[in-house]
Nanobody, 126 residues
Framework: VQLQASGGGLVQAGGSLRLSCAAS???????????VGWFRQTPGKEREFVAA????????RYADSVNGRFTISRNSAKNTVYLQMNSLKPEDAAVYSC?????????????????WGRGTQVTVSS
């Protein structure tokens, strides 16, 4: 299984970005059986939970810091996960990575996830 995140870039504070994460090496049925999550990390800090969705969709979970501004979604037919980020703040700047959790619950813990993709950089200017 391979995951590839994309969609990062430079945006002004208050702006929006949409991240995508494409999964390959598994069928859409298998992809649907995984929970999906987004995490972010900045230099010198631990990986931080951002958002997750349980297997099959629904029951989205968000970090308090992004709740109401970010939206996680998935298109199982395309083996793709999205993170819509609105009202971006400078403190949202980080490398964002997507992950799949075989347990299917959409954990907030990064060590619950089984597959990780290479991250995409998000930079927010003030």
């Amino acid at each position: 299984v391979q995951l590839q995140a994309s969609g990062g870039g430079l945006v002004q504070a208050g702006g929006s970005l949409r991240l995508s994460c494409a999964a390959s090496g598994l069928t859409w049925v298998a992809f649907s059986s995984y929970a999906v999550g987004w995490f972010r990390q900045t230099p010198g800090k631990e990986r931080e939970f951002v958002a997750a969705m349980r297997r099959g969709g629904g029951d989205e979970r968000y970090a308090d810091s992004v709740n109401g501004r970010f939206t996680i979604s998935r298109n199982s037919a395309k083996n793709t996960v999205y993170l819509q980020m609105n009202s971006l703040k400078p403190e949202d700047a980080a490398v964002y990575s997507c992950a799949l959790e075989q347990g299917g619950r959409g954990s907030r813990r990064y060590d619950a996830y089984d597959y990780w993709g290479r991250g995409t950089q998000v930079t927010v200017s003030s």
